[in-house]
């Protein structure tokens, strides 16, 4: 199971925040939410993939414990370093890159 998990993490941290990007964008230009509203939901919905990954470990390697039985593979607990911090690097980038526009953007009465 853990070797389909880290793909699909991998993929999701890069997906997820460009797909979160042009919508909450789109909801601060058209006026839905306000600018700082924009920003907290971008990065709150571009940490889901982030915070989702390292729950499922977590639960794997308390499990493990639990049950004496293992869970996860050196490779799979070797990745989480690279996944954990790349996905930080993307959200911290992603956070900054979309406050600026937003807070650059036309609409100046929200």
Same mark, same amino acid.
């Given at each position: ?41 971008? =990065? =709150?919905?571009? =940490? ?22 293992s869970l996860v593979s050196e490779g799979y607990a070797r990745s989480v370093v690279v996944l954990g911090g790349g996905g930080l690097v993307i959200l911290a980038v992603g ?16």
């Amino acid at each position: 199971m853990d070797t389909m998990l880290v793909p699909v993490a991998a993929i999701s941290m890069l997906i997820v925040p460009v797909a979160c990007f042009v919508w909450k964008f789109n909801d601060v230009r058209s006026g839905l939410v306000s600018r700082i509203g924009g920003i907290g939901r971008y =990065a =709150a919905w571009s =940490a889901t993939p982030l915070l989702a990954y390292v729950a499922i470990l977590f639960s794997f390697v308390g499990a493990e414990e639990l049950f004496n039985v293992s869970l996860v593979s050196e490779g799979y607990a070797r990745s989480v370093v690279v996944l954990g911090g790349g996905g930080l690097v993307i959200l911290a980038v992603g956070t900054v890159v979309f406050s600026i526009l937003v807070m650059s953007s036309g609409n100046k009465d929200t």
